[in-house]
């Protein structure tokens, strides 16, 4: 994963080219959730082999103030992995302002929830890319003048930047399924994300609508070429794969620390239990 490194670390890695790699290479990239913003917990994803890092921006509460965390986290996973795990952002909204908060910290993609209409995913797209591809804003804070700046000859770093930084749209609604097929023809579209709770609240959780829209969500990625993204339980990965899902979260910090505590403090008490039959049958 390392081969998608800018010429500084410190720069947003080519997430754009490591999705077009799987779609080529008819592979995947694995990838963990986390909810729990903690530089600690970087440290130790960034020793694990995951290939990407979800920073969910939505449903963490995470203030403008806060967001004043995720550059170090970020970078420490970058750090500590050297440069081998990708980090992607999923920002509250696709306001220009959260779009490059997540950028300017490293993030190599942004997830942009609840992404609806064409006018919505074009505004993302255009907050993730500088002039003149798009309006992102240029940031005096975040890179520093040497090494920090290095670019191939004829380019910038913000024209890295520009290439490297993905914009995968979140569908999650019935009217954003209804405006998919015209938002997959947006230039600067890398993938999708179905958010299959949300879709089932907003049909009403009537299974038969849910399944259709998610089959529609899936034949149209396929027909305009653009890769699926989720979390599947590891029941689903292949059935999902040959769906075209290509960048799959299989792991989420919240679930692993539940479950783990749980199997560890359920295990204790059936070797106590067990003990007492053994005692009381003898």
Not at 115 to 129: D, G, M
């Amino acid at each position: 994963m390392d081969r998608y490194n800018a010429l500084h670390i410190r720069q947003s890695p080519n997430l754009r080219q490591a999705i077009a790699d799987t779609i080529e290479n008819d592979t995947a990239l694995f990838g963990y959730w986390a909810g729990l913003p903690s530089v600690d917990v970087c440290k130790v994803v960034a020793a694990t082999n995951v290939d990407w890092v979800v920073f969910d921006g939505e449903h963490t509460p995470l203030s403008p103030t806060l967001m004043a965390e995720m550059p170090p986290q970020i970078q420490t996973l970058r750090m500590y992995s050297q440069g081998r795990i990708i980090p992607v952002v999923r920002v509250p909204s696709y306001a220009h302002d959260w779009v490059t908060w997540a950028l300017d910290a490293g993030a190599g993609g942004i997830i942009i929830p609840h992404s609806e209409t064409p006018a919505q995913v074009r505004a993302s797209i255009a907050a993730a890319r500088f002039p003149p591809q798009g309006n992102r804003s240029f940031a005096p804070f975040v890179l520093f003048p040497g090494a920090q700046l290095a670019a191939p000859d004829g380019k910038t770093w913000m024209d890295v930047a520009s290439d490297h930084c993905a914009v995968i749209p979140q569908i999650e609604s019935g009217l954003g399924v209804e405006n998919l097929e015209e938002i997959l023809q947006i230039e600067g579209v890398d993938a999708i994300m179905i958010g299959p709770t949300d879709l089932g609240n907003d049909l009403g959780n009537d299974p038969e609508r849910v399944a259709e829209a998610i089959a529609r969500i899936e034949s149209l990625a396929r027909q305009y070429g653009k890769p699926l993204v989720g979390f599947v339980p590891e029941s689903g990965i292949v059935d999902k794969f040959k769906a075209g899902y290509r960048l799959m979260t299989t792991v989420a910090d919240v679930w692993v620390l539940k479950s783990g505590i749980e199997t560890g403090i359920q295990k204790s008490r059936d070797l106590v239990e067990n003990y007492q039959k053994e005692r009381l049958a003898n």
